[in-house]
């Protein structure tokens, strides 16, 4: 009985811990999403999801 309790409660837990990083990457994406359309609205510039930054030519 105490492995069925101990299953269920660790896929809950799993299930939580991926819902949560899940609605944090969401979370970021959109952060970054945002920052991209100011910049290249301001300034010009985009930046890549590797980390890149490059300049628009206009």
Known sequence: ???VVVTITLAFVGYA?????????????ERLARLNRQLVLQCG?????????AVRRR
């Open 1 to 3: 009985m105490i492995t």
């Open 17 to 29: 811990a991926t819902y949560l990083n899940g609605m944090r990457l969401s979370q970021r994406q």
């Open 45 to 53: 510039f985009v930046i890549y999801p590797v980390g890149s930054l």
